[in-house]
């Protein structure tokens, strides 16, 4: 059966995307995203399910940096919602559980729920490993909170589930392979994932981004991040809906080309159809 990498121990929110978007893939744990990346080179993982953003927190550090440099190409992308179940020991009920442990990110999206429990919480590295270190334990006034999936992994019951304050938490992740696979132009919705530097000339960027508007192609991502440590050397990474192939994309790509100095195109992939807003339709 062929294997799909994540960062983070089993029952981990990206071991959920990798269970719901590849469920005809092993899941690989892996400490970090590097080793995510280094699976994916030595073979030992045929893709890899890296987060991108979050809807409550934003860019995930460091990744934008990663991707360009990998080697690897987008053929997919998959979002999961960040339900937060509170878990116990096989017996123990809701009213035994005085104290949890979950990664320190997790904590402040329960708070209102645990105070009105009179429950503490302290931080963990992540959140399926304070399971995974739940479960190997005898106290039943300690619980953990992760995801329901940790809680099957590890044996444990499941005491409250979908906790959170808010209901939109969601996270975004590209699925990573060692070769491209473009899907065929007009077969559905798709995303075009770049990088980009501009040229070093007045308003650049405007110029630049001007072809996606007057092509009425959808940008629906863009962000800068500084390379190789130079505050002159900023670097774009964006999404646009739509194939390389479609003309007014083709002709947005091209404008973009002229005034840049880089351009390379790290993923052309299908897009998700319940997050895909079909604005350049």
């Not at 045929?46 to 440099?69: C, F, K, W």
């Not at 998959?78 to 009213?95: D, E, H, Q, S």
């Not at 320190?104 to 429990?117: E, G, T, Y």
Request: proline share 6%.
């Amino acid at each position: 059966m062929p294997s799909i990498a994540f960062q983070g121990a089993l029952g981990a929110y990206s071991h959920e995307a990798c269970v719901e978007a590849r469920p005809d893939h092993t899941p690989l744990p892996c400490s970090t995203f590097e080793d995510c990346i280094a699976a994916m080179k030595d073979g030992r993982a045929d893709l890899a399910m890296l987060p991108v953003e979050n809807s409550t927190y934003g860019r995930v550090a460091d990744i934008h940096r990663l991707l360009p440099q990998s080697g690897l190409h987008i053929v997919g992308e998959a979002f999961t919602r960040v339900r937060i179940a509170l878990m116990g020991l096989p017996g123990a009920a809701l009213g035994d559980i005085r104290n949890v442990r979950a990664h320190l990110v997790l904590i402040p999206q329960a708070r209102a729920w645990l105070d009105a429990q009179g429950i503490s919480a302290e931080s963990a590295a992540d959140s399926a490993g304070a399971a995974a270190e739940l479960a190997l334990t005898s106290d039943r006034t300690q619980g953990a909170l992760a995801s329901v999936l940790a809680a099957e992994t590890y044996g444990l019951d499941v005491l409250a589930r979908d906790i959170e304050t808010e209901g939109h938490n969601t996270t975004r992740f590209v699925i990573m392979s060692r070769a491209p696979d473009h899907p065929a132009p007009g077969n559905g919705p798709v995303k075009t994932t770049f990088i980009f530097r501009v040229r070093n000339i007045p308003a650049a960027l405007y110029k630049a981004m001007g072809g996606f508007a007057t092509n009425g192609v959808n940008m629906v991502k863009l962000e800068s991040y500084m390379v190789d440590g130079q505050f002159t050397a900023t670097q774009f990474y964006a999404d646009i809906e739509g194939h390389p192939e479609d003309p007014p994309v083709a002709r947005a790509l091209e404008e973009l080309a002229y005034f840049c100095t880089k351009l390379d195109i790290l993923g052309v992939y299908p897009a998700d159809p319940d997050h895909f807003d079909g604005g350049s339709r």
